[in-house]
């Protein structure tokens, strides 16, 4: 396994702080003061900070540099339903390079997936899982869309470590992706772009029923058997909360 960078260990660390109410939305980040609280130079901290501006969680702007913006339900279901229409175009036209060795890679991929999943490693199962998604985009020719799938994929995987996975949820996935196989195998496109899809559209519930069941959220938790329990699950916010720059004036400085 590829050993992190310094900036993607401070993204990590600062992704993990919004989710956990350390940042409230609105809040500006400054370079000294993460500097300080990760205890790494400003360089990899200001790398740091244009990953996560790219995954959309902060603007950055010209005179107040890095701001927090609002991390709710709408902005996990835009996340995943941006990732279904990628999937639905990457799988419908893999169909027109497929061969048997491809399907025989994505079989492997799937397993080593499963695997990770039966061990509760929850980095190796985020590698096996971006690897086994990224290998439809590979099979289909599209490296521009597949780097606009995996643009947001730490974000994803960041917001599991934070928010947990239900044991179901894994079981469900592993199901899902046999699926997939199998449609592929039996080259049978619209299941296939269908099992996509819905994979999606169940990982979008189950996140955003992990989301309220966290402090901050709208509900009360939830006593379900996890398979990734959630690094959140005792925190609190504790920054006070200012006015969050309107979103048209955050992208237009961007």
């Given amino acids: ?12 660390q600062i992704r993990a702080d919004i989710f956990g109410g350390v940042f409230a939305p609105g809040v500006r980040l400054t370079i000294d003061d993460l500097s300080k609280r990760y205890r ?12 996560i501006a790219g995954e959309r969680l902060i603007w950055i702007h010209p005179r107040r540099g890095a701001i927090v913006r609002s991390f709710d339900a709408t902005f996990v279901s835009n996340i995943f339903d941006c990732r279904a229409a990628l999937d639905r175009m990457a799988v419908g036209k893999c169909f027109d390079y497929l061969t048997s060795k491809d399907v025989d ?79 592929l195998r039996e080259r049978n496109r619209d299941l296939a772009v269908a099992t996509a899809v819905t994979h999606c559209e169940l990982a979008k519930r189950e996140l955003l029923v992990r989301l309220q069941a966290v402090p901050g959220g709208d509900g009360t938790g939830s006593d379900e058997d996890m398979i990734f329990v959630p690094e959140g699950a005792d ?6 909360q200012i006015a969050p720059i309107p979103m048209q004036a955050a992208g237009a400085a961007r």
């Fill in 105 to 183: 890679r994505m079989h492997v991929l799937q397993l080593q997936h499963e695997k990770a999943l039966a061990d509760r490693d929850i980095r190796e199962s985020f590698l096996t899982n971006r690897a086994f998604h990224a290998e439809i985009y590979i099979i289909a020719r599209n490296e521009e869309a597949m780097h606009m799938m995996l643009g947001g994929w730490e974000l994803k995987h960041a917001m599991r470590r934070f928010f947990g996975m239900s044991s179901s949820r894994g079981a469900a996935v592993i199901e899902e992706h046999r699926m997939l196989v199998a449609a």
């Fill in 1 to 12: 396994m590829a050993t992190d960078t310094l900036r993607e260990r401070t993204a990590r």
């Fill in 235 to 240: 925190r609190a916010p504790v920054s006070k």
């Fill in 40 to 51: 790494v130079s400003p360089q990899p901290v200001r790398e740091a900070l244009h990953m």
